[in-house]
């Protein structure tokens, strides 16, 4: 059974930085493409980041030059390095797996997989 468990969120004043996790169990992380998304209350799921089973990474603009997407093989755990934190980084973070369509967009088909969420909250 695959499972997501995030964590590292918390508060942060704007210019901070957190390292949010992804423990992931079930399968090794190289054979998925992953990637984070974010939610703000009234707003609809954005893509943040992925990453490809090949290390290839994308970065959506509003956190591009900010944000790094990691994996740890042998920790089999993502990672978003999250620098300069602003504000409108305030958001509900969820972690995903996919096998097709997060390899090179930012979506997760029926049969990916979410974590349960971790709440970054950014004040000015």
């Known amino acids: 059974q695959v499972q997501l468990v995030e964590s590292g969120g918390g508060s942060v004043q704007a210019g901070g930085s957190l390292r949010l996790s992804c423990a992931v169990s079930g399968y090794r992380v190289g054979t998925y493409c992953m990637g984070w998304f974010r939610q703000a209350p009234g707003k609809e799921r954005e893509g943040v980041a992925r990453?490809?089973?090949?290390?290839?990474?994308f970065y959506g603009d509003s956190v591009k030059g900010r944000f790094t997407i990691s994996l740890d093989n042998a920790k089999n755990t993502l990672y978003l390095q999250m620098n300069s934190l602003k504000p409108e980084d305030t958001a509900m973070y969820y972690c995903?797996?996919?096998?097709?369509?997060?390899?090179?967009?930012?979506?997760?088909?029926?049969?990916?997989?979410w974590g349960q969420g971790t709440q970054v909250t950014v004040s000015s």
């Open positions: 995903a797996a996919d096998r097709r369509y997060l390899c090179y967009m930012m979506y997760v088909g029926s049969s990916g997989n």
């Open positions: 990453i490809g089973s090949d290390d290839t990474t």
